[in-house]
């Protein structure tokens, strides 16, 4: 297919150009300049084009195998590409869970290889993401595991995580963990506070998570690895993380774009699409979290997707799971609601350079002759998310039927 994006913004290199044409064919990039024609060529218009390098998100959930009427492989692809992404490392939480060679491959064999988003694989840290016995990470690494976690499910035992942090040094992998002690609090619905007290909800302290990141940040001083802490919500977290940081340790940071957006006031209607994992907090924390975006202290902002039908999903409240989609509408739900508070620099890096960075990925390029790594975006025109737009099986979503600002028209890779 051969396009040609007229008069766009082309962020590159952290530097923004206006007034930019891009001539491409079969995801190779034939020219880039001004007021450039062809006759041949899909003409790409718009209001206020923007081209930014393609996206790539952590920790998404594939579903596939095990849950593929929630989402699968393919349909992973497909809402991830509407969304900008060109790149997603999946956690491993499937059935079976992915937790040696033959599941990465499975990954890697089921996905449409022509499609322009590709998922690669988290493998798990322990069997069956239990959290007792460490799993075969040194095979995963070799299959094309980039990094390792037990995803959804914490690392509860410290021996564990002290093991898991030792193991993956030996060949300079990277641990991903969602800092939750769950023995503190007996299922908790949402975040401890005056709304879960008005609404009689169980609810749980961000001391869940600040527990447990003391816990990783002392035991990845101890073995001098490498961590992510992944779905940072709470405001203690990242002064936490801050310091860690100054010290020298090895660690990154991720948050989801809903803790960026919304609080546990938000629950107040029993909506049952903000009920969350990491949990929405409250204002303070989330201030928290975009001041840790803005001064580098988060590294990266996920998408947190994780789709669940009605089954799991339109129930009473505290019978519904925990998750949300995010992929498709993580673009747009910046523009509609984070732009003011998060420079468009910012929030890109956060999505596409620096997780890329982080998982040794290649970044994006853009020049003559090679192929092409981006998404394009129309920031001033809007669009109506619900049943027919929404390209997941599933439809949990904190924004399903609203109009959302900035339009994606093309991701190529």
């Known amino acids: 297919m051969r396009y040609l994006i007229k008069d766009a913004t082309v962020l590159k290199d952290n530097q923004q150009t206006t007034g930019v044409d891009l001539l491409i064919e079969n995801g190779v990039l034939l020219d880039m300049g001004s007021k450039l024609s062809d006759p041949n060529a899909k003409t790409i218009e718009g209001e206020d084009l923007w081209v930014f390098p393609g996206f790539c998100d952590i920790g998404a959930q594939a579903k596939d195998p095990g849950y593929e009427h929630?989402?699968?492989?393919?349909?992973?692809?497909?809402?991830?590409?509407?969304?900008?992404?060109?790149?997603?490392?999946?956690?491993?939480n499937t059935n079976p869970v992915v937790q040696n060679k033959a599941e990465v491959h499975y990954i890697q064999n089921g996905q449409d290889w022509d499609a322009p988003c590709t998922l690669h694989s988290i493998g798990a840290v322990t069997q069956k993401c239990a959290g007792t016995d460490i799993a075969e990470m040194l095979e995963m690494n070799h299959a094309g595991a980039l990094a390792f976690s037990d995803g959804r499910k914490p690392v509860q035992i410290g021996g564990v995580m002290l093991r898991a942090l030792l193991y993956v040094k030996t060949f300079d992998g990277l641990i991903i963990n969602r800092p939750e002690d769950e023995s503190l609090f007996h299922e908790p619905q949402m975040h401890e506070g005056i709304t879960s007290t008005s609404l009689g909800m169980r609810g749980q302290s961000s001391l869940a998570e600040e527990i447990m990141l003391e816990r990783d940040l002392s035991l990845l001083k101890y073995t001098d690895s490498k961590l992510m802490v992944y779905g940072v919500s709470s405001a203690k977290s990242v002064e936490m993380i801050r310091n860690a940081k100054k010290e020298g340790l090895q660690v990154t940071a991720a948050t989801c774009i809903w803790n960026l957006i919304y609080t546990d006031e938000d629950l107040a209607t029993f909506d049952v699409n903000y009920k969350l994992k990491?949990?929405?907090?409250?204002?303070?924390d989330r201030q928290a979290l975009i001041d840790g975006v803005n001064d580098g202290t988060i590294d990266i902002i996920v998408s947190n997707h994780d789709a669940y039908d009605a089954e799991d999903k339109k129930l009473e409240f505290p019978y519904a799971k925990f998750g949300a989609l995010g992929l498709q509408t993580m673009f747009s739900v910046y523009e509609s609601y984070l732009a003011s508070k998060i420079d468009i620099l910012t929030f890109v890096q956060a999505i596409s350079s620096k997780p890329k960075a982080i998982l040794n990925l290649e970044q994006a390029r853009l020049e003559k002759g090679q192929q092409v790594d981006l998404c394009v975006f129309d920031r001033k025109a809007s669009w109506d998310y619900n049943a027919s737009t929404n390209t997941s099986k599933c439809d949990n979503s904190p924004v399903m039927h609203q109009t959302l600002q900035a339009k994606h028209i093309l991701t190529l890779n």
Request: net charge positive; hydrophobic share 35%; proline share 7%.
């Open 278 to 284: 990491p949990m929405l907090r409250s204002a303070r």
């Open 70 to 92: 929630r989402e699968d492989i393919q349909s992973l692809q497909k809402t991830g590409a509407a969304g900008g992404y060109t790149q997603i490392a999946v956690f491993p």
